[in-house]
Every structure is written in structure tokens, then in C-alpha cells.
């Protein structure tokens, strides 16, 4: 069973528990109907992002306040904004069985889902090579929005050890597949 398929089904509900044959059909079958119908496409910009305090930051003209976004991007000096999607025709079939079988939009939402997670951890995998050259490095996404490029000057960082080791730990158990992914801007 490839990835995408082991996650839509753990988008399901199921986890670790077996799948029946009928779910199993029914995401093999939407997975063979989204194949035919995605337009993937992503556009994405890289930001220089200001920390102001423990909760605070700005990225452009944006203002936010997170204390866990915060920590999380302790370091940064960079960030990456991006939109993502598998194309209007998604949600138009999905729409479409929305009003004669539940049970099969529920199931492509899963897969969809999955869909554009290999897509975008696919990306991913193709940028991070892109910003090593640039001594950079990328934190795990957040709700697949919002990257991280940090440099390794710890002591300007306003980060300790430990942030650094924790947001190391987060990189390293990151894994993905390459792809291509010509749409950038």
C-alpha cells in the first residue's frame, strides 16, 4: 500500500485498525478519479520575518501574536507563504457526490487530502535542497502553510541549545519524496 493511500485511510478514522473491503474500494476508486481531474497548482513567496518578544512577530506588514508560532520560528529569518491547490475540479466532484453518495465525498476528501500532502511534502523536499545552497535549512511545516528558512548563527538567533536541538529533532524526522513542482512564483 503506497503513502498517499495509507494516509487517506488514517484521514478516515481507521489508523491502525483494518480497513474494510468496501472503504478500501471506494479510495482506490477515488484516488483513480482525482489522478485523472487534479491541476495542481502552488504559489509561494519568501518573507523576511521580525521576532518582537516572546509571542510576537512580523512578517511584511503582518502582525501576529503566537507564543507557540513564536517558538516555533525562534531562529528564523525567513519564512515561506505559500497557497496550494489540486485544481477547482476537485471540489466541483466533490460537490457533485455530495448529493447522491455521502459516503463517497467523505472519501475524497480523505484522499484529496492526501493528495495534496504528497504534493506539498514533495515540494518541500525540492526547496530545502534548493535554500542548502544557501545555508539554509526548513522547519516542519505549520498546518501546511508557513516554512521556516533558518540560518545557524545561534548566538543572534535569540534561541538556546535546546531550541535549536528541539527544531533539529523536528527536521531530521521529516522525510519526503521528490517531485516536480514547476509552478513557483
Known sequence: MDTRTREAIRYLGYGKHAIDNQTFSLVLEAFDELDRIVEKRMIYRIFNIHMSGDDRME??????QSKNLAKNLCGCEKVVLLGATLGVQVD????RYAYTNMAKTVVLQACAAAMLEEYLDDWQENLAQELS???YGLRPRIRRL???????????S???????ADNDRRKHAYAAEISDSSDRS
Do not use: F, H, P
Open 158 to 164: 535569540g534561541c538556546t541549545e535546546e531550541d535549536w
Open 92 to 95: 466541483q466532484l466533490m460537490k
Open 146 to 156: 508557513l516554512y521556516c528558512a533558518s540560518g545557524r548563527n545561534l548566538e543572534d
Open 59 to 64: 512578517i511584511e506588514n503582518i502582525k501576529i
Open 133 to 135: 545552497v544557501d545555508e
